[in-house]
């Protein structure tokens, strides 16, 4: 095996991993009526809809969780979402929000910025105006390397030292960041209301759903990393049936699908269809 087979293998060998640990969750019935919610709420402003033709599902194993699958055949090119740019959590949202002027913040990583945002968001339960999109959000990420005890690591050691190396890093890293945020809040104004466990959390959600998405302002185009709500419910493959872009008019963000779809299959994005950050690419750029 040569050194590109060998880290193309180990970074394969991540991306499932990381991608068991996101999908491993219990599904529920209030998860379905949450779905319905969450496409009312994206269809609300009479632009944005969700088709008909697609559903949230469990895939029938712990380990495969839930996905999004054709209800019915869908045609090639077919636009199964649009979602209004307005619904995205983009680091402008988190920007205005965490940073308030505080010039301590704004060395901060855009992903840390927008888990505070994020936690800022949860807090306000249903007064959040994402609030039917953050219910769906996974309330338990305990399995994630950024929790993983001092004894599943040796485990992860004695099976992959390259894995125990960078699930170690992951931790260490997440510890010092939060430190860091710490420090500069305390500069300006009281510290951070949340804890290391609840920073932690949101990072593993943020990490593992950034969207980089292209957007317009002032007739220049930029990428712009979101959470994009209904988006990151697609599972992720290397081969696809399904694929998410913003539209030309810089409105919507459209997921559509790239080839004909049967009753039943999962629809499927692109895993390089993410932030280059996201543990979805390469996990030694995750924190």
């Known amino acids: 095996m040569n050194g590109l087979t060998f880290k193309r293998s180990y970074f394969q060998l991540l991306y499932i991993i990381v991608n068991v640990v996101e999908l491993r969750c219990s599904f529920c019935e209030d998860i379905l009526s949450h779905f319905e919610s969450l496409k009312n709420w994206i269809g609300d402003d009479g632009k944005g809809f969700v088709s008909e033709q697609i559903d949230l599902v469990s895939l029938g194993n712990p380990f495969n969780g839930r996905g999004i699958v054709a209800k019915s055949s869908l045609t090639n090119h077919e636009i199964i979402a649009r979602i209004p740019l307005s619904k995205l959590i983009n680091v402008e949202h988190a920007d205005a929000s965490i940073l308030n002027e505080n010039d301590e913040l704004y060395y901060l990583r855009e992903a840390d910025v927008v888990s505070l945002f994020l936690l800022l968001e949860l807090d306000k339960g249903q007064q959040s105006f994402w609030?039917?999109?953050?219910?769906?959000?996974?309330?338990?990420?305990?399995?994630?390397?950024?929790?993983?005890?001092?004894?599943?690591?040796?485990?992860?050691?004695?099976?992959?030292?390259?894995?125990?190396?960078?699930?170690?890093?992951?931790?260490?890293?997440?510890?010092?960041?939060?430190?860091?945020?710490?420090i500069r809040f305390r500069k300006h104004q009281d510290p951070i209301p949340w804890t290391l466990s609840q920073f932690k959390t949101a990072l593993a959600i943020v990490q593992s759903r950034l969207f980089s998405v292209q957007v317009e302002k002032d007739h220049i185009w930029h990428k712009a990393s979101c959470l994009v709500p209904l988006a990151d419910m697609f599972n992720t493959a290397f081969v696809t049936n399904t694929d998410c872009a913003t539209n030309k008019q810089s409105t919507h963000f459209e997921c559509f699908t790239t080839t004909t779809v049967s009753k039943g299959e999962q629809l499927l994005l692109p895993y390089m269809n993410v932030d280059p950050s996201s543990n979805h690419t390469d996990l030694h750029l995750w924190l």
Do not use: D, W
Request: aromatic share 14%.
């Open 131 to 182: 609030y039917p999109y953050l219910r769906l959000l996974p309330g338990n990420v305990s399995h994630s390397p950024l929790f993983m005890s001092s004894k599943q690591l040796e485990i992860v050691r004695a099976s992959n030292h390259a894995a125990f190396l960078a699930f170690e890093r992951f931790q260490k890293t997440a510890e010092s960041r939060f430190k860091e945020i710490n």
